[in-house]
């Protein structure tokens, strides 16, 4: 039994642990973290599956397993087409809730499907950590894009190879490539990479590079080795520069490039060739014959076949590590997309896919095992590339790594290391990237400011800028000269056209020996012989390469010699000479031209004037057409001009205002045109009352004074400096003007400029830009440019004919120079004197015209007609809206706001206005006067019974004062009313008191009134029996008072 016993105990034990334990499996259960699965896919090649270590993408997802339970599953593809691919995303993606992915595209098979994976993951809003080499990310717009790249891209490959060219300062480089490669991704980023460095560097002007051009071969795939050799040694021969020496090539096509280049004559010690990892492919320790030998290959892998397995696995682990960074940011937040491929459910984006995308893009880690570092366009910052060369090992060439780019750390900045080169050839020191460094022979002219020459120092040496310069000898100017050889000293030279050489020289490499030209002019064309002189005829017989100096452009001169684009524009202009005059008699009136004064003392002041008198005739509160008597409203004509001119003057004098609203507003708007007048009058006065400097304000070419100098007293004296481009276009357009002014033309422009000081001529005609200067730079600054400029054209570098390949390279860099500014630069240093600056900062005192006081003409308009519109409300509200007002108006409120319109609506105005009715409008028939005295004798009637019961009232009141406190009369009765007094008050002593009775009580004598209503007359109050007779019908009896009726002529 006790066996029996102990065997149920055990077994009851037994079955309670394993109930616990299976509840403690359903709470771990319970409690178990999201899921969160991240897919990996990539080709079905057992060396790059291998390659990928399981176990680390583990331990780098460790940092989450509280929060969530993750898991890294690898997907294989197969035969990488989209059915294999849609299989992937519906069976494994969608139903695993899968919320991001990794893809390799690392075969030419994964090629083709990364294109289709990486749509589909877009469209579905899925971030996608992809690692394609031949991704040009940096390129295309962020925006809308979930992908970030793990690879070197071409954007990086194209980072290295300038870095690398920058390092031994090669500058010049051409671009080769094919049609069928992603050419143009590869030649945009180069073309960003250098308007990015030249852009920093457009001030110190080092490592500035140029594309010298961008070659594009194009076959066809059908075509066979021999054809398609044959092609592109056509192709190089006619497409490559001449003087290119550096060339990037970005082609599958590269073997067969290089072959035909290497028969062209481009594969030598002076050529260097760089080579993309698309060019080498996976690169073998034997290098094909057909890479020369120095030939750099930049590539993200190595001949090493481990090496590529490291990088598929280093960009995995960072891909990984990128998704556990922005899970960690969730802090145990779920994203999880809720995809499904059946068709019945409409497909929609996920929307949270770019919130867990901008979290991977800024997730950064630059202190772990696994660096991760993305730029703003979602390139990864820990890249490495490969620096390749193809070197000579017995008698193979072979591919050896020489150096690397990769990312620093920690600030994962780019850094190149580079040992052991080959370069072409077998040479020990690389080549120079451009061709020998050539010599020309250069002829120049001195003008200011472009050329000019100066002595050498007392080392016999040029300050900087200046350079070296053969000039004519002149004993008279040179002296005993020991540097005399073949009939040139050696002296200096500086100015614009020498600082613009001097960047010619530097950016194209040359050396040149600059000399002036014997005769010393620019060159003309003679018009017996046809031959040329100046510059034009040395350029033409071959005794100098080039001419730079102030040389315009011309059509003749463009038949004769070649030019480049111009570096600097210009055109004829004249030049006066100022002069310090007296004050002017009428300085007080020059602040306006006449005809802004006439229309404004004339026009303006009387046309304000007849307006307002107009519209205060016109309107009810003004004189109402007349209806207002003048002694009440005196305004008229003559007053309205007074108070125009009073208001303009701001005199302080007694003017009539006028009462009309439509009048009044109108006297507010000339009040604004007077202020404004006086302002600007005020302001303009100052310059004109102190020394007026006089001057030819020539209007140009066509003014009457050059054209018709003999009509100017005395005549009109002008010059321009022999066998220049002005004298040219004058002799062509203008013969007469060129004739006449033969007389006083000079051979330099100092010589012309000192003519015009000593007045002896009065106008100087030249170049545009050399004016200029000779302004800026002027003692007294009294030289001035008057009139606009004619003839534009441009200054430039002249070549003899045929030689165009120099002259490309010129227009080239002078369109650089004009994009980067520094022509710009250079005109402004040069040309930009203080007296030109004071002058055009003086040239805005003018005097003001009629065009300046447009606005206040509009304003003065617009015045007459927002017054005829016053006026016409005017005339409303008293035709029809004072009625209705005046049932609201019970307290007066309207006199508030105007006093005009609060009378308008009181009693008194309406019997005014009766009276003037009356006055106005007289009956013109006896039936009208008859019912006329009819109702003023009833009037008259119902006024005397009125002021009976008014006199009975007050006497019947003070009689019940009286005899209520007869003792208290004078301290308690009520006062007498106005206008009565005690009758009997100086009849009685003054002690008499008891006569005080109501019926001594009479109204007191008035007075005569103003004669502006009617004449009072004194009169006792009448009797009863007096109010019955008619013979005083003519008396008006009103609160006490008598009226006697008068007639219309004694008012």
């Known amino acids: 039994m006790e066996k029996v016993s102990s065997k149920c105990v055990a077994l009851k034990s037994g079955i309670f642990f394993v109930i616990i334990l299976e509840f403690l499996i359903l709470f771990v259960n319970c409690q178990r973290a999201p899921r969160a699965e991240l897919d990996i896919i990539l080709p079905d090649v057992d060396k790059v599956v291998n390659a990928i270590n399981t176990r680390n993408l583990f331990n780098i997802m460790r940092s989450i397993r ?53 749509g589909l993951a877009t469209s579905l809003g899925l971030p996608v950590l992809s690692f394609d080499p031949d991704y040009v990310g940096a390129l295309e717009n962020p925006q809308n894009r979930m992908v970030l790249q793990l690879a070197p891209t071409l954007y990086h490959q194209a980072q290295a190879m300038l870095k690398f060219m920058m390092t031994f300062n090669w500058t010049h480089f051409t671009v080769v490539s094919t049609t069928e490669d992603n050419n143009f991704d590869f030649t945009a980023a180069l073309r960003t990479l250098v308007k990015k460095n030249n852009d920093v560097n457009i001030l110190s002007g080092q490592f500035r ?26 192709f190089f021969r006619t497409q490559n520069p001449k003087d290119s020496r550096i060339f990037l090539l970005h082609s599958s096509q590269a073997k067969t490039l290089l072959d035909a280049a290497a028969e062209a004559g481009l594969i030598t010690y002076k050529y260097l060739w760089i080579v993309t990892s698309q060019s080498i492919g996976i690169p073998t320790k034997r290098a094909s014959r057909s890479y020369p030998l120095g030939t750099i290959g930049v590539s993200y892998v190595t001949t090493d076949s481990n090496y590529a ?53 800024n997730y950064e880690n630059t202190r772990g095992a696994t660096l991760v570092s993305y730029d703003e366009n979602g390139l990864s910052r820990n890249v490495e590339l490969n620096i390749l060369n193809v070197q000579l090992e017995g008698y193979s060439n072979v591919w050896r790594e020489i150096g690397r780019w990769y990312a620093d750390k920690p600030t994962l900045k780019p850094k190149l290391e580079l040992n052991g080169i080959t370069w072409p050839g077998d040479r020990k020191i690389p080549p120079r990237g451009r061709p020998e460094r050539r010599y020309f022979s250069i002829a120049t002219l001195e003008e200011e400011p472009y050329v000019m020459y100066t002595k050498k120092n007392e080392k016999g040496t040029c300050n900087p800028p200046a350079v070296p310069c053969r000039i004519h000898y002149n004993r008279t100017v040179h002296g005993d000269d020991p540097s005399v050889v073949n009939g040139t ?63 315009q452009i011309t059509p003749s001169r463009s038949e004769a010699v070649e030019f480049t684009v111009p570096y600097l524009e210009t055109g004829t202009s004249i030049i006066v000479y100022l002069r310090n005059d007296t004050i002017s008699a009428y300085a007080i009136l020059e602040p306006y031209d006449y005809g802004a004064w006439c229309l404004i003392l004339f026009i303006s002041v009387h046309s304000m004037g007849a307006s307002i008198f107009i519209f205060e005739w016109l309107s009810p509160e003004g004189l109402d057409q007349g209806r207002t008597p003048m002694r009440e409203h005196s305004f008229s004509l003559f007053r309205s001009f007074w108070l125009m001119w009073a208001m303009l003057f701001g005199a302080a004098v007694s003017a009539d205002n006028p009462r009309g609203v439509s009048a009044r507003f109108m006297g507010n708007v000339w009040a604004l045109f007077a202020l404004v007048f006086l302002a600007s009058y005020t302001a303009n006065l100052a310059a004109f009352m102190i020394t007026k400097n006089t001057f030819y304000d020539l209007e140009g070419i066509t003014d009457w004074r050059l054209n018709s100098p003999l009509k100017h007293q005395p005549p009109f004296k002008f010059g321009t400096v022999f066998n220049s481009s002005t ?20 051979h330099t422009v100092k010589e012309a400029i000192d003519k015009l000081t000593k007045s002896d001529i009065q106008a100087f005609m030249y170049d545009f830009t050399p004016l200029q200067y000779q302004v800026g ?14 003839a534009m054209s441009g ?9 165009t390949e120099l002259k490309e390279e010129l227009d080239e860099l002078i369109l650089e120079l004009q994009d980067d500014g520094e022509l710009e630069r250079l005109r402004k240093y040069w040309l930009s004197g203080p007296c030109y600056s004071k002058q055009r900062i003086g040239q805005s005192s003018q005097r003001l015209r009629v065009l300046n006081f447009t606005s206040a003409f509009i304003l003065l308009s617009s015045g007459i007609v927002l017054g005829g519109l016053l006026l016409v409300m005017e005339h409303l509200y008293f035709r029809f809206g004072r009625k209705y007002l005046k049932k609201y108006d019970k307290c007066g409120c309207c006199a508030l706001v105007s006093l005009s319109m609060g009378k308008s609506l009181t009693f008194e105005q309406t019997i005014m206005e009766a009276i003037d009715l009356k006055k106005k409008h007289k009956c013109k028939n006896p039936i009208c006067e008859t019912q006329l005295w009819k109702v003023r004798h009833e009037l008259d009637i119902a006024l005397l019974k009125v002021e009976k019961l008014t006199k009975e009232l007050r006497r019947e009141r003070n009689l019940h004062a009286l005899t209520s406190s007869r003792d208290d009369t004078v301290d308690t009765s009520e006062p007498l009313p106005i206008g009565w007094k005690d009758s009997e008050e100086n009849d009685k002593p003054p002690d ?37 007779q008619p013979e005083r019908s003519d008396l008006r009896y009103r609160d006490g008072k008598v009226y006697q009726k008068v007639d219309d002529g004694e008012v």
């Open 66 to 118: 509280r929060m969530y339970s993750p898991f890294p599953r690898i997907i294989k593809l197969e035969n990488s087409n989209p059915n294999e691919i849609l299989d992937i995303f519906c069976e494994t993606v969608f139903k695993k809730n899968v919320n991001a992915l990794i893809h390799l595209s690392v075969t030419r098979k994964a090629e083709k499907s990364k294109d289709y994976i990486l």
């Open 209 to 234: 590079f140029k594309i010298m051009k961008e070659i594009i071969f194009e076959y066809d795939d059908k075509d066979s080795y021999d054809v398609m050799t044959k092609k592109a040694v056509h």
């Open 309 to 361: 397995d490291s990088v598929y696995n280093k960009a995995v682990e960072v891909g990984v590590a990128t998704w556990v960074g922005a899970m960690e940011k969730l802090r145990g937040r779920v994203l999880q997309p809720d995809f499904t491929c059946n068709t019945s459910v409409p497909a929609s984006s996920w929307g949270a896919g770019h919130e867990l995308y901008s979290l991977m893009k």
């Open 489 to 551: 000293v050696q002296w200096c030279c500086a100015g614009l056209s020498i600082d613009l050489l001097e960047i010619f020289r530097t950016r194209l490499e040359f050396d040149y020996d600059l000399f002036e030209v014997p005769d010393r002019t620019c060159g003309v064309k003679n018009q017996e012989t046809g031959q040329w002189n100046g510059l034009i005829r040395i350029i033409q017989e071959g005794g100098a390469d080039m001419a730079l100096t102030s040389l």
């Open 727 to 746: 004298e040219e276009n004058l002799r062509v357009n203008h013969p007469a003007m060129f004739k006449y002014m033969q007389q006083f033309n000079t």
């Open 777 to 790: 730079i002027d003692k007294n600054c009294r030289l001035m440019l008057v009139g606009k400029p004619y």
């Open 795 to 803: 200054y430039a570098v002249a070549f003899p004919k045929g030689q």
């Open 992 to 1028: 008499s008191s008891e006569n005080t009775g109501a019926e001594n009580l009479k109204p007191e004598n008035n007075i005569r009134r103003s004669p502006s209503y009617t004449q009072a007359v004194t009169s006792d109050p009448p009797d009863d029996d007096e109010v019955k």
